[in-house]
């Protein structure tokens, strides 16, 4: 591929993805639905239930052997900006801007820690060509199936998809806010009427 091509691709094409979808995305390897599965606090069960649960996700996984699970932040991570102030101390010398970089890099310790066991659990199914009654007759099998396993699980809305991406990307915490395509905040759609 030449580099003019590379240089006019979209960060969308870059990543594969095309567009929303009724259910899910639209990607190059075909349709993604997700769905949010909360988490099962382990630490407070015996561990004959612990067992159990194992059993009922293989349960899910041999029900639907192509189901992808990721486990992500459902929160923004602070690390980046953690070091930023632990640099920014290093070089500076007022002890008044010292103490303020110091307040502040305790209120993020404190938000990261609040905020530690804040994860999110994705199963995701790829679609491949499906036609739209297929897909939503898959979305319904895949959500029956991982719900009678006991697991409390719902299928992402396009707004939680958007805030997902963002967090993935580390672009925003305010993902399900962002335009649909790249940009599109920018352009106003205005109509064209003749002139006389």
Do not use: W
């Not at 567009?19 to 390897?29: D, E, H, I, K, S």
């Not at 194992?54 to 349960?59: A, C, P, V, Y």
């Not at 101390?89 to 990261?112: C, K």
């Amino acid at each position: 591929m030449s580099k003019k091509k590379k240089k006019g691709r979209s960060t969308q094409e870059l990543i594969g993805i095309q567009n929303f979808t009724r259910y899910g995305l639209a990607t190059n390897r075909g349709e993604l639905l997700f769905f949010l599965v909360s988490p099962t606090n382990i630490s407070v069960l015996s561990h004959t239930n612990i067992e159990i649960k194992i059993r009922h996700l293989m349960m899910v996984m041999s029900a639907i052997p192509d189901i992808e699970i990721t486990c992500t932040d459902s929160c923004e991570c602070f690390d980046d900006n953690q070091a930023y102030l632990r640099g920014r101390l290093q070089e500076e010398g007022n002890p008044l801007v010292r103490q303020l970089l110091e307040q502040d890099t305790e209120m993020l310790d404190r938000a990261q820690a609040e905020m530690a066991t804040a994860r999110q659990f994705l199963f995701i199914s790829r679609c491949k060509g499906m036609k739209a009654d297929q897909v939503f007759q898959a979305v319904n099998r895949i959500e029956k199936v991982i719900s009678e396993q006991g697991f409390e699980v719902r299928r992402m809305r396009k707004s939680d998809i958007k805030r997902f991406l963002a967090i993935y990307f580390d672009a925003s915490m305010s993902g399900d806010q962002l335009p649909d395509t790249d940009g599109g905040q920018f352009f106003e759609v205005q109509s064209y009427e003749p002139e006389d």
